[in-house]
Structures are given as structure tokens and as C-alpha cells.
T-cell receptor, first 118, second 113 residues
């Protein structure tokens, strides 16, 4: 199994508060991703990173920001949480190759974080 | 734009029955990659298979098999002699060699003893 951990695993917070979720990998993979999973939608990409300090938006990036200061850590921040951001958040990693897209690589997923915004 | 459709939202079978999960995709690219993931009740996502658009050979892995047909844009997944442990949500996904994996809505498979 790929070495991916997410913290916290569960969080309940109130509308308007900032929230940061952490993804940590021990595989030294280049690409890291944040997805959210909602009923009927499968998983949707929020943001991804293709290297330290290199990030880009995904399909549902509004209301989220990310940072990657080290290869092994990818942080997802909800600046001011809303009830519509109640979801299960998954981090994923893929190996990637320098200078190329990661589409050829399999993405491996972390255990997920269940976030409830009241 | 790319899209993945899993029309079967829920399937229920009795143990030892064969079951096929359908996946239909849309993409304008000639190079793309297809995936299946399993999400058991414990919630983690488990990678099952990756296929590229140039390889239409069917694949078999134990009780699992995959049928890739470019002519119908389908990548179906069959479980032979289903077992209770196969109960899970199964996701089909597509990547057009970019950086975004597009998932279908998932099919919940319930295998009853």
C-alpha cells in the first residue's frame, strides 16, 4: 500500500471558521491531489500539485486553497468553511515524470477525511 | 471535456452470481487512460486496474475481468462467482493524459449470502 496519511480523519466545525486538512506521503511522489466525494458525484478534483510550490486548480476549486512547501506534505485550506463544503476529502498521489503530465500514472488514495460544517 | 457514466447506481446479487458493472466514457482525445477503483464499506479507495486507449485486450485477474471496447466507448467490469466481500462501491474513471481524473458516479454492489 502507498504510504499516504491524512489528518484529521474526522472533523466537525462551524460555518465561517478556517479549516486545514493535511496529506502526508512517504513515497516521494511528485504529484499530489485533493478530491472531494459527494453522493452521486463520485470524486471531483479540487486542486493538485506537480511539485513543491507548484499547484493548479481542479474542477471544484472555489472556496479552497492549497500549499505544498515540502514534497511529502500537501495542505488543503478552507478559508471560511460553509455547509456546502461538508464532504469526504481524499488525498491522492502519483509518481509522475519530470516535465510531463501525470495522466499515465495510477493515483493512489489516502484514507479520507470526513468534514462536517455545521 | 471528458465524462464518465455509470448508469447502474445500485446492483444486488446473490453470492456466486456473476455481475457486470457498466462504464461508458466520453472524450475527444485519442490517448487516454481508464481506471477502476473499489471503495469497500470501510471507505478507502482501492486501485483495481489501469488501461490505456491503445490496448483493447481484455484482462482477467482471478474472478475479475475487464472488457474494453473503443467502438462503444465502454470499459465494463465483470465479477465472476461474486462473494460477500465484493460488496462495495465501484468507480470507473478516465484520464486524458492530463492531470485530472474524471470519475463516474459509482455503482454500489451488494452481494447477499
Amino acid at each position: 500500500d502507498a504510504g499516504i496519511t491524512q489528518s484529521p480523519r474526522h472533523k466537525v466545525t462551524e460555518t465561517g471558521t478556517p479549516v486545514t486538512l493535511r496529506c502526508h506521503q512517504t513515497e516521494n511522489h511528485r504529484y499530489m491531489y485533493w478530491y472531494r466525494q459527494d453522493p452521486g458525484h463520485g470524486l471531483r478534483l479540487i486542486h493538485y500539485s506537480y511539485g513543491v510550490k507548484d499547484t493548479d486548480k481542479g474542477e471544484v476549486s472555489d472556496g479552497y486553497s492549497v500549499s505544498r512547501s515540502k514534497t511529502e506534505d500537501f495542505l488543503l485550506t478552507l478559508e471560511s468553511a460553509t455547509s456546502s463544503q461538508t464532504s469526504v476529502y481524499f488525498c491522492a498521489i502519483s509518481q509522475g515524470v519530470a516535465g510531463g503530465p501525470s495522466g499515465t500514472d495510477t493515483q493512489y488514495f489516502g484514507p479520507g477525511t470526513r468534514l462536517t460544517v455545521l | 471535456a471528458q465524462k464518465v457514466t455509470q448508469a447502474q447506481t445500485e446492483i444486488s446479487v446473490v453470492e456466486k452470481e456473476d455481475v457486470t458493472l457498466d462504464c461508458v466514457y466520453e472524450t475527444r482525445d485519442t490517448t487516454y487512460y481508464l481506471f477502476w477503483y473499489k471503495q469497500p464499506p470501510s471507505g478507502e479507495l482501492v486501485f483495481l486496474i489501469r488501461r490505456n486507449s491503445f490496448d483493447e485486450q481484455n484482462e482477467i485477474s482471478g474472478r475479475y475481468s475487464w472488457n474494453f471496447q473503443k467502438s462503444t466507448s465502454s470499459f465494463n467490469f465483470t465479477i465472476t462467482a461474486s462473494q460477500v466481500v465484493d460488496s462495495a462501491v465501484y468507480f470507473c474513471a478516465l484520464n486524458n493524459a492530463g492531470n485530472m481524473l474524471t470519475f463516474g458516479g459509482g455503482t454500489r454492489l451488494m452481494v447477499k449470502p
